[in-house]
């Protein structure tokens, strides 16, 4: 079974030049997270998807950052303009559920904001 | 202030060595889960303690949680360089299904 995919893993890019990135779950997984991970830290959540519903996106920065995922099964983040601190790996991760059942994460994307 | 408080922050320790690291709150978890993330990957999933007190082992590594339900334990026995890692341990909030992070222990195994 295919685990979650993110491309691109690494993206270098300049300031206030817009960025996206592509998440596709594990199949039959109605939760999708995305998560914001910088060195050493646990990772921040940005936004949380059950089914195509974003049901928690408190920590979103909307003024710059915003997410779609349009058939409930793919999504896409995206960050336009990019600011010298977006600079962090973006993490997504996909579960059964919420509560108890655990996360399956991609391998992450890695921004470079020069 | 973070929820969930990981110590040690940062350990390096020699091969074959036993080592404790530990999940504290002043809330309670429902349950809790426990991560591993190796560099350029993303954390992986180790275990998920449910019951107060219960007690969790995945070869080398002891998992507890506390009867409280308010900490967690992880405890490696002889550590081999594979275990070389971040350490996170993650609890859903009751209301709302939030998953809390703790900031994570830097193990570092050395042969």
């Known amino acids: 079974e295919a685990g979650v995919v993110q491309s691109p893993r690494y993206k270098i890019i300049e300031k206030k030049q817009p960025v996206a990135f592509w998440c596709n779950p594990i199949s039959g997984h109605n939760t999708l997270y995305w998560y914001l991970q910088n060195l050493g830290q646990g990772p921040e959540l940005l936004i949380r998807y059950e089914n195509e519903e974003a049901v928690d996106d408190s920590q979103l920065p909307k003024d710059r950052f915003s997410a779609e995922r349009l058939k409930g099964v793919d999504s896409t983040l995206k960050i336009q303009p990019a600011e010298l601190g977006d600079s962090a790996v973006y993490l997504c991760?996909?579960?059964?559920?919420?509560?108890?059942?655990?996360?399956?994460f991609g391998e992450g994307s890695r921004l470079t904001v020069l | 202030t973070q929820l969930l408080e990981q110590s040690p922050q940062f350990l390096s320790i020699q091969e074959g060595e036993n080592l404790t690291v530990y999940c504290n709150s002043s809330s309670v978890f429902s349950s809790l889960q426990w991560y591993r993330q190796e560099p350029g990957e993303g954390p992986v999933l180790l275990v998920t303690v449910v019951t107060g007190g219960e007690v969790k082992k995945l070869k080398r590594l002891t998992f507890q949680f506390g009867d409280a339900r308010k900490d967690s334990s992880l405890h490696i026995t002889a550590a081999q360089p594979g275990d070389t890692g971040l350490y996170l341990c993650?609890?859903?909030?009751?209301?709302?299904?939030?998953?809390?992070w703790g900031a994570g222990t830097k193990l570092i195994i050395k042969p």
């Open positions: 991760a996909s579960s059964l559920g919420t509560g108890s059942w655990g996360l399956f």
């Open positions: 993650a609890g859903p909030m009751d209301s709302n299904y939030q998953l809390i």
